[in-house]
C-alpha cells in the first residue's frame, strides 16, 4: 500500500501491536498462490490431527499423556533443537554418528520437513510473541527478543550432559571479547 505525498509514492508500514517492529512488505502465504500437491497433502493431514483432537477427552490415558509428552522431548528438544538446528545447521557440537543419525531420524519424526505443519503453531508462538514481544539483552544485528522463558534453554543443559559423559565433544562457545562485542550493557564495545 503507498500514498502520494507531493507526488511521490512512500510505503506505509504499520507496527505490530505493543512492539516497536515495523512491517515493512506484507507477507502472502496462503491467497493468490498455486498450491502443490505436498500443500494439499499437508493442509488434509494438519485438519486430520485437529480433527482426532476432538476424541481426545473420550480417550485420555496418563500413560498416552506421558507417551506424547516424552515424544515431545525427543522430537523437539533432542532431534529439532539440539541435532537439526545446533548439530546439523550450525555445527555448534561434534556427536558420535550413531547419536546423529539417531536424533536426525527421530527429528523427522516432528514433521517439519513439510511446509505447513502441526509443530508449526509453537513455532509460530516462539519466532514470533517471544522475539517481538521482550527484551533484547545481544546486538544480534536484527529485531528479535527474547522473553524470560525464551532464556531459559533446556537444550544447553543436555548439551553439558552429553558434553558431561563424553558424547558431545567440540562445543563452540562465544568468546568473552564476542560477548563484549554484542552486548548492549556493555561500556567497553570492542570493535
Same mark, same amino acid.
Given at each position: ?63 498416552? /499423556? @506421558?507417551?506424547?509428552?516424552? *515424544?515431545?522431548?525427543? !522430537?523437539?528438544? =533432542? ?7 545446533? $548439530? ?59 522473553? /524470560? @522463558?525464551?532464556?531459559?534453554? *533446556?537444550?544447553?543443559? !543436555?548439551?553439558? =550432559? ?7 565433544? $567440540? ?21
Amino acid at each position: 500500500m503507498t500514498i502520494s505525498i507531493e507526488g511521490e509514492e512512500e510505503p506505509v508500514h504499520k507496527t505490530i501491536f505493543m512492539s516497536d517492529v515495523v512491517v515493512t512488505r506484507k507477507r502472502n502465504l496462503f491467497r493468490n498462490r498455486k498450491w502443490n500437491i505436498v500443500d494439499v497433502i499437508t493442509l488434509i493431514w494438519v485438519l486430520f490431527v485437529h480433527f482426532l483432537r476432538l476424541f481426545a477427552p473420550f480417550t485420555f490415558t496418563w500413560g498416552a /499423556f @506421558w507417551a506424547a509428552f516424552l *515424544f515431545h522431548v525427543l !522430537c523437539g528438544m =533432542f532431534c529439532i533443537t539440539l541435532s537439526y538446528h545446533r $548439530n546439523l545447521a550450525h555445527r555448534s557440537l561434534k556427536l558420535p554418528k550413531w547419536l546423529e543419525y539417531t536424533f536426525a531420524y527421530f527429528g523427522v519424526q516432528a514433521a517439519q520437513g513439510v511446509r505447513i505443519t502441526f509443530t508449526y503453531h509453537v513455532t509460530f508462538l516462539v519466532n514470533s510473541a517471544c522475539h517481538i514481544w521482550g527484551n533484547q539483552v545481544w546486538n544480534t544485528g536484527d529485531l528479535s527478543k527474547n522473553n /524470560f @522463558w525464551w532464556e531459559i534453554d *533446556f537444550t544447553w543443559w !543436555c548439551i553439558l =550432559f552429553l558434553e558431561a559423559i563424553g558424547l558431545a565433544t $567440540n562445543v563452540k562457545l562465544p568468546t568473552k571479547a564476542h560477548k563484549v562485542k554484542r552486548s548492549f550493557t556493555s561500556s567497553n564495545k570492542l570493535k
